[in-house]
Structures are given as C-alpha cells and as structure tokens.
C-alpha cells in the first residue's frame, strides 16, 4: 500500500466515525430521545441544524487554520470538540444543554468532516492529492452503512446517552491515537507566518462563485433527500418497506460512482467530473419527479451525488492552487453548510405546501440548475484550465 493510500485509510477511519457519530446520528437516536426526555422531536432534529450552522460559520477560519499550521491540529480538535459535545449529549438534562451540545459538535464538524481533510491531503500532496480524496470519498461512503446498525446495536444495548457517550470514547480511542500516529506534525512547505495568498483575480473570482453556487445548492437538496426521502416516497404511495429498501440503494450507488471515477485516474480535467456528477445527480432527480423508474432514478441519484464530492474537492486544486486550497475550500463549506442546516425546515415546508410532487420538482429544478452552473464554469474557466 503507498503512503498515498496508507493515509487516505488512516483518515477514512476518522472519517466513517466522524460523519456516523455527528451528521448520521439524529436518524437513528432522534426517536429515542424525543421519547425519553419528552423534548418535542422539531427541536431533538433541529438540534443538529444548530450544529451545521455553527460548522459553516466556522469553516473559513478551520481553512485558514489548515493553511497556516496543516491539519494535524485541526483535524485532532475537530475530533475531540466532536467528542466533547457528545459527551455534553449525554449529560444533557434539559434542551438547552442538549442544543449546546451539537454547537460545540458543529464546531468540531467544522474542523472535522470532509472539507477540512481534503485541504488537509491538498497541504501535504498539492497537486498530487487527488488520488488521495478519492480514496477518502470511497471510505467516508461507508459511515451511514457501518454507522446506522452500529448506532443500532448500541441504543438497543446502552440506550441513547450511553451510544453518545460510547461514540465519544470511540474518538479518544481511535480517531485521534489515528491522526497523531498517521498526520505529520509539520506539512511540507509549511509557513505558518507566511502572508497570505493573493485575492482571487479575474475570472477566479467568477469560478469561486459558480462553485460556490453550485456547493450550495447541492448541499440544500441532498440534505433535504437525506431526512424527507422515506416520507416523499411513502406519499407516493410505496410501502414504508419498499421506500426503505429503495433508500438503501443510494449508498452503494455513491461508492460505485467514486470507484468509476478513481479508475478514470487523472487522466481528466476535474471540471468533468462535475458535469458527470451534475448530469447522473439531474437524471436521477428529474426520473424519480416524474413517477417512473424509482430504483434507477436513486441509483443515478446515489452516483452523481458520490461523484459530486470528489469533485468538491479536486476542482478547487486544480483552478486555484496548492497555496490558497486550504482557504478556498474553507470559504465554499460555509454556504453549503448554512444551506444544510436550513434544508429539512425547508424541505418540511415544501412538503407541506407542494405535496410530495411538488417537492421532488423543485429538487430536479435544482439539480437541472446546477447542471446548468456547471457548463458554465466549463467554459468560465476554459483561460484557468488552459494556463
């Protein structure tokens, strides 16, 4: 295994426990807990609405962080902050600790999740990190999948305070003993007081903001898939077990679109990524809004929403550079988290107005939009790509 590979492991871990132990946990606890406290469960859900806030709030400075000192440090407190708010869920003996809990959580998802591993590899590998997000998104594609049964298994066993409790010793245990042991203390070319990178310039700036655009977007539907989709294709008509199973398939369909992307290599510009991801992520929206081929429409779905995170990262690198990357993916996760933190407010209330119909055609506009984005920054950054 190279180094390359031995690293994308080490922080794919850290990753599988990072997204399981924050993002994933409310589909899981969220019952119990509303059931246990009497907190009425808006609130419990919403709780990690809070924490995505206070992520995307977070993000430019975790980015600039990076770019400073590398991301063995941020990396490290992203998980003990992540450890420390889950402890503070555990305890929690009323709502207002509880919510304060995932603000401290949202913190460490700042300094945690993809965003700041990816400018972590882009630090160390600069251009040459591609290879290795790739590999990340392909582990970090397994958290909802070991997570989910092992969330589980631990409420049925330690009850909800014990599976916070559990997954915040899982942290101190493994995911920070793998980033002290796997991380270099200092990256390559490390400047800590270093100015920083010049502004964006020209067309850069116009790139940054279709991308951004385009994260944003992208952040607000897929969320609202991930906490509505049971409930719009149960208003359809399937079975709570039909919708269930159909769910299942988007995770599988994400590695399966990232490993088609990593045999692809380098031998494309990452921009074309994004327009296969934009592409399979519109098909598969605009299939299930029209009634037909469910189980395809989610396979596209799952696919270009897998490739899409590649691309989330390796395209920053490839239009900006190594110097301003950590930066850069710093300021494109604070629109896409805040943007994630609204979307199951408003998917609920497009429910609520537009029906399941309704719903799933404003997600397929969307998608068609962000395809639509893409083919522009195609051709926006035709002078970056040619330099």
Not at 46 to 58: D, E, I, N, R, Y
Not at 143 to 151: G, R
Not at 321 to 340: C, E, T, W
Request: aromatic share 6%; charged share 10%; with cysteine.
């Amino acid at each position: 295994m190279s180094p390359q590979a031995r690293l994308a492991a080490a922080l794919g871990v850290v990753q599988i426990l990072t997204w399981g132990s924050s993002y994933y946990l409310m589909a899981v606890l969220a019952p119990a807990i509303a059931a246990d406290t009497g907190w009425p469960l808006p609130w419990v859900v919403g709780s990690l609405s809070a924490g995505l806030l206070v992520a995307g709030f977070a993000s430019p400075l975790v980015g600039r962080t990076i770019a400073r000192h590398g991301g063995r440090p941020v990396l490290v407190a992203g998980c003990l902050l992540i450890s420390s708010g889950l402890m503070m869920l555990a305890l929690a003996q009323n709502l207002a600790v509880f919510v304060a809990g995932w603000a401290l959580m949202g913190a460490g998802m700042a300094a945690g999740l993809y965003d700041p591993a990816f400018a972590t590899l882009g630090r160390i590998y600069g251009r040459e990190a591609r290879r290795a997000i790739t590999l990340l998104t392909l582990w970090g594609g397994f958290a909802s999948t070991v997570c989910w049964p092992l969330s589980a298994l631990m409420l049925d066993q330690f009850g909800w305070r014990g599976t916070a409790a559990a997954y915040a010793g899982l942290h101190l245990a493994i995911s920070v003993p793998l980033l002290l042991r796997a991380l270099p203390k200092t990256p390559p070319g490390a400047a800590p007081h270093a100015a920083p990178p010049a502004e964006l310039a020209g067309c850069e700036r116009a790139a940054f903001r279709i991308m951004a655009t385009i994260q944003t977007l992208a952040g607000l539907a897929v969320t609202i898939v991930a906490v509505h989709l049971i409930a719009l294709l149960g208003a359809r008509g399937l079975p709570l077990a039909a919708a269930v199973a159909l769910g299942t398939l988007i995770g599988p369909s994400q590695v399966g679109g990232r490993l088609i992307e990593m045999a692809g290599g380098t031998r494309h510009h990452p921009v074309w990524t994004l327009i296969a991801a934009t592409t399979a992520t519109a098909a598969g929206l605009v299939l299930l809004a029209g009634s037909g081929w469910p189980a395809l429409a989610l396979i596209l779905y799952g696919a270009g929403n897998g490739v899409f995170s590649i691309a989330r990262g390796a395209l920053p690198m490839a239009l900006f550079g190594p110097d301003r990357y950590p930066r850069i993916m710093g300021r494109l996760a604070r629109p896409s988290l805040v943007a994630q933190a609204a979307a199951p407010l408003v998917g609920a209330g497009l429910i609520a107005l537009a029906g399941a119909e309704g719903t799933l055609a404003v997600l397929a506009g969307i998608a068609a939009t962000n395809l639509a984005l893409a083919a522009l920054l195609l051709h926006r950054t035709a002078p970056l790509r040619a330099a």
